[in-house]
C-alpha cells in the first residue's frame, strides 16, 4: 500500500486544517488506518485511528473534542479534521495502515506509512 498525506501547513491557535491520506495499490476497506505525529526529538506519538469500515475510532486524550478521524472507502481515502488548533499540536503528521479490522495506539501494529505533513499551529 502506498500512502500520500496532504494538508499540512500553517495556521493561527483556534484554526482549523484538514489531513488528507490517499491509499493506492490494495483493498483500502481491509484496512484500519491511523494518524501519529512526531516532533524532533521525541518518538512518534498516536493521535487517532478509524477501523476498517469506519464505525470505530480512538482518540488520544489531548485531541478528543477538536480532531475527527474518519475516512471515505470510495475514494481510498482518510482524513483528520483538526479544529481548535494549539501550539502543542505542531509536528509532521503521518497516517498508517494496518491490515486488520480495527486500529491500534501502537505504531509497531501498522505495516505502511505515508511521507509526513508538516502542520505549524504559531501564536
Known amino acids: 500500500v502506498q500512502l500520500q498525506a496532504s494538508g499540512g501547513g500553517l495556521v493561527q491557535v483556534g484554526g482549523s486544517l484538514r489531513l488528507s491520506c490517499t491509499a493506492a495499490?490494495?483493498?483500502?476497506?481491509?484496512?484500519?488506518m491511523g494518524w501519529f505525529r512526531q516532533t524532533p526529538g521525541r518518538q512518534r506519538e498516536f493521535v487517532a485511528y478509524?477501523?476498517?469500515?469506519?464505525?470505530?475510532?480512538y482518540y488520544k486524550n489531548a485531541v478528543k473534542g477538536r480532531f475527527t478521524i474518519s475516512r471515505d472507502n470510495t475514494q481510498n481515502t482518510v482524513y483528520l479534521q483538526m479544529n481548535n488548533l494549539q501550539p502543542e499540536d505542531t509536528a509532521v503528521y503521518y497516517c498508517?495502515?494496518?491490515?486488520?479490522?480495527?486500529?491500534?495506539?501502537?505504531?509497531?501494529?501498522?505495516?505502511?506509512w505515508g511521507q509526513g505533513t508538516l502542520v505549524t499551529v504559531s501564536s
Open positions: 478509524i477501523g476498517e469500515i469506519g464505525l470505530t475510532t
Open positions: 498508517a495502515a494496518r491490515t486488520y479490522r480495527s486500529g491500534s495506539t501502537d505504531s509497531r501494529q501498522y505495516e505502511y
Open positions: 495499490g490494495r483493498t483500502f476497506s481491509g484496512q484500519a
